[in-house]
């Protein structure tokens, strides 16, 4: 299930965020990194999923 959230991440950071816990802070954090680049939401997301 991993596999799938990190490829969700890849193509929708904050929909690997929410797959992986929800609408929590790290979700929003991940929307706003998302809108400020592309590639800080992508890195933030795999690293909250690596992570739990």
């Known amino acids: 299930m991993d596999l799938v959230r990190i490829i969700c991440a890849i193509f929708l950071p904050p929909l690997g965020v929410f797959l ?3 609408l929590g802070m790290d979700f929003w954090i991940n929307i706003l ?3 400020c680049g592309y590639i800080p ?3 933030h997301a795999v690293w ?3 992570k739990k």
């Open 20 to 22: 992986q816990v929800g």
């Open 33 to 35: 990194l998302t809108l």
């Open 41 to 43: 939401g992508i890195v």
């Open 48 to 50: 909250i999923i690596a």
